[in-house]
């Protein structure tokens, strides 16, 4: 099976779906419902029946490359956040200086309220920073559409569409695929879309509706709709919140695989320091609000990993160490006040 919507890159360049400009133009005011819909639509912008550990199948073809990768899909340098203004303002994120390589896999632990939300909307171009600058994909955030996946705790499927068309949405919105689309090709994309069902043990739940499933498999079929464009960068925050611990543990198996797959950039936000040593390759961790980058580890262990591993002595002493940095940060802020 080929992707559909194969443009050149220069008719392809400047492409994808622009939600700072149709939706939440680039604002110091972001609401956590405005944040959710525009996931959404950014997405329009979102994966999961699978087995334990289920073994995926390789898609049956690679991410199409349509432009060349920078070697830093995103660079904040000095970038600092403040909400409001006066004596209402929220310092959210100090003076933060984060780059991340194409194709790397980052986990962002801290307290609650530290600014993590804060940097996905930042590289996400939902949020300007209010000094400092934010690049993304070589260019200057709100300067170009940026083609983002995006899951949240809540999968916020559409409730009158089936699964297939709720992982399709992505398709039909965003270019190259929309043009396609609309010239009713859309039969390729049904193969493209049960793929990646299948891929997250899925398969016979494309014709099913959002309230014939479970949490769990929401949750794949909107990490199903975080991909189906093929996007270069993903950002998940707290994705997995809402799910028990065996489900969990599931679906960071089938985020493993489909990041080894199809190598997307991944800015995972997280309070469960397992899932971000499972699943990432570079941890951060923040300092309460308002947060800046206080301990930046890379994570070694082989891939693919087990959940065996996590209960490994080597596992257990880096949970232990990030433990430690956020207990010491929550009593900094304890003793500041400032949350
Ligand atoms: P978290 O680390 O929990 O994801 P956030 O990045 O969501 O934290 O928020 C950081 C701080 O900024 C929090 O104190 C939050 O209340 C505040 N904040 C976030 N968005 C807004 C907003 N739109 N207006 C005012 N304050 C905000
Ligand atoms: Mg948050």
């Given amino acids: 099976m080929r ?171 965003v270019q190259p695929f929309r043009a396609q689309f609309h010239k009713e090709k859309r039969g390729g994309f049904r193969d493209k879309v049960h793929a990646l069902l299948a891929q997250v043990g899925l398969q016979g739940f494309a014709g ?25 960068m993903l950002l998940l925050d707290e994705p997995f919140g809402a799910l028990d611990q065996f489900t969990r543990e599931e679906l960071w198996a089938i985020l493993q695989e489909l990041w080894l797959a199809h190598r997307p950039t991944v800015l995972l936000v997280t309070h469960d320091l397992r899932e971000a040593g499972f699943l990432a390759s570079r941890i951060c961790v923040m300092s309460a609000r308002p947060g800046r980058i206080i301990d930046d580890s890379s994570v070694e262990f082989a891939r693919p990993r087990s959940i065996a591993m996590t209960f490994e002595p080597e596992f257990v002493a880096l949970n232990q160490r990030l433990r430690e940095l956020i207990v010491d940060a929550r009593s900094a802020r304890a003793t500041t006040g400032s949350a």
């Fill in 3 to 173: 992707w559909h919507g194969a443009a050149s890159p220069s008719r392809v360049r400047g492409a994808g779906l622009c939600l700072q400009g149709i939706f939440a133009g680039p604002s110091q005011r972001c609401p956590a419902t405005e944040y959710n819909m525009a996931s959404q639509l950014h997405a329009l912008l979102g994966m999961s029946q699978a087995k334990p550990n289920l073994a995926v199948v390789a898609l049956p073809e690679p991410y199409q490359e349509i432009e060349p990768r920078p070697l830093l899909a995103a660079e904040l340098s000095q970038a600092s956040v403040t909400f409001g203004l006066g004596e209402s303002a929220v310092a959210a994120l100090s003076e933060t200086t984060l780059r991340i390589p194409d194709g790397e896999f980052l986990a962002l632990v801290g307290p609650s309220g530290c600014g993590k939300s804060t940097i996905l909307r930042l590289v996400s171009g939902l949020v300007q920073p209010s000094s400092g600058a934010v690049i993304v994909g070589g260019r200057e955030v709100a300067a170009k559409a940026l083609r983002l996946g995006m899951a949240f705790q809540n999968p916020t499927m559409l409730p009158w569409l089936t699964i297939e068309q709720n992982v399709m949405l992505p398709l039909k919105i």
């Fill in 208 to 232: 099913k509706y959002p309230w014939q499933l479970s949490g769990g498999m929401l949750q794949r079929a909107n990490l199903c709709r975080a991909l189906i464009h093929e996007p270069r």
